[in-house]
């Protein structure tokens, strides 16, 4: 057992450089979550599906008064990236500040209320503070196990590259990381700072992960999207996302794994490492393509009973893989970190956990 002891302590030091704060880097749009459960006339009056993501538009303005109103609501700290961030930390528990995250908030209470949970996250979160517009709010309308998410974006649409991102103190932070993370939506903010970033990773060989993040993202910013994907190294997103992409793509099959093949398949800037595309299926499999095989996961069981809420599913399952990435640990790990995050997640109210993980 002696002889065994200096590697275990050497694999112990490998394991811990890899999480040196700083390593993951997400960038996005951070939201005050303000969920609750809906009733189905409601979804009708706002135009609502059952399961889906949209952008407020003038005729959601009245929602999130009446939201906050006619329900009983909870309030989180969120958006889909900062989720993610917020869960990988979890998972990994120390060191602390693994996960930096950049994103515009408004100087107001929200704000406020974002920063501190931002800390007690142990996220090491530098937020661009603009004037002109509040911060960002999401309303979680929750119907059964599905849920639909109205984001007014507000001070989040209001990032700005040139006062932030290019900042010597914030671009230091990005070129510390080894991970990067944006979801899909940040295409709609600032499409020049997800490049800049995208290109970073791909000259220092560094794994750029994108999520597709909704239909709409798929289609209406499929230009903004298709600029970014060359750089994509692990690109996620669940099976309404994909078959949206794939119409887009003209890939012409409605089939998930073949859908997964042709996303791999397309082109890539850094060959050195090949694409993985990762699909969800709710409580269906998980399906991966690598250097075109196809591999499939099952999910955790869990009795629909148990379901609270599966707001925040898809970004804790991305949070769950990011912990293990980091680690450069094997793909199968990455995914089983992905469903128990996940598994854990949708047994709560919004995007929030337990003090500690029970994964090993």
């Not at 906050?68 to 889909?80: N, Q, R, T, W």
């Not at 010597?168 to 944006?182: D, F, G, Q, S, T």
């Not at 791999?264 to 800037?269: F, Y």
Request: charge should be negative.
């Amino acid at each position: 057992m002696a002889s065994e002891e200096p590697q275990a302590k050497k694999q112990k030091l490998s394991e811990e450089e890899k999480t040196d704060p700083n390593s993951l880097f997400g960038m996005g749009n951070p939201l005050l979550d303000i969920s609750a459960v809906v009733d189905k006339e409601f979804l009708d009056k706002y135009s609502l599906k059952p399961n889906d993501q949209i952008l407020a538009e003038d005729t959601h303005k009245a929602l999130f008064e009446e939201f906050v109103k006619k329900f009983k609501v909870e309030y989180h700290a969120g958006g889909a990236t900062q989720n993610s961030v917020k869960v990988a930390q979890w998972m990994i528990q120390e060191p602390r500040n693994v996960g930096t995250f950049f994103g515009c908030i408004g100087k107001d209470k929200f704000g406020e209320i974002l920063k501190q949970k931002a800390k007690e996250a142990r996220v090491d979160a530098h937020y661009y503070e603009q004037d002109k517009e509040p911060t960002g709010t999401c309303a979680a309308c929750i119907t059964g196990d599905n849920r639909s998410l109205v984001a007014n974006l507000a001070a989040a649409n209001c990032y700005e590259k040139e006062k932030h991102l290019d900042l010597e103190e914030n671009w230091k932070l990005v070129e510390k990381a080894r991970v990067y993370y944006i979801a899909g939506f940040f295409l709609t903010v600032s499409l020049e700072s997800i490049l800049k970033v995208a290109k970073h990773a791909a000259e220092t060989n560094k794994l750029f992960c994108l999520n597709l993040s909704a239909p709409f993202i798929c289609v209406a910013f499929k230009d903004n999207l298709m600029q970014v994907l060359p750089y994509v190294d692990v690109l996620f997103g669940n099976e309404t996302e994909a078959a949206a992409f794939a119409k887009e793509q003209n890939f012409e099959t409605t089939d998930i794994k073949e859908i997964a093949k042709k996303a791999q398949a397309l082109a890539k800037v850094n060959k050195k490492r090949p694409r993985i595309v990762v699909i969800t299926q709710g409580k269906d499999e998980t399906t991966i393509a690598q250097k075109g095989k196809i591999e499939t996961f099952p999910v955790l069981k869990i009795d629909p009973k148990d379901i609270v809420d599966t707001n925040g599913a898809g970004d804790a399952f991305v949070g769950g893989f990011l912990s293990e990435l980091v680690k450069d640990n094997p793909l199968d790990q990455c995914v089983n970190a992905a469903h128990y995050a996940a598994n854990v997640i949708i047994r709560r109210a919004g995007c929030t956990f337990p003090e500690k993980p029970d994964f090993n």
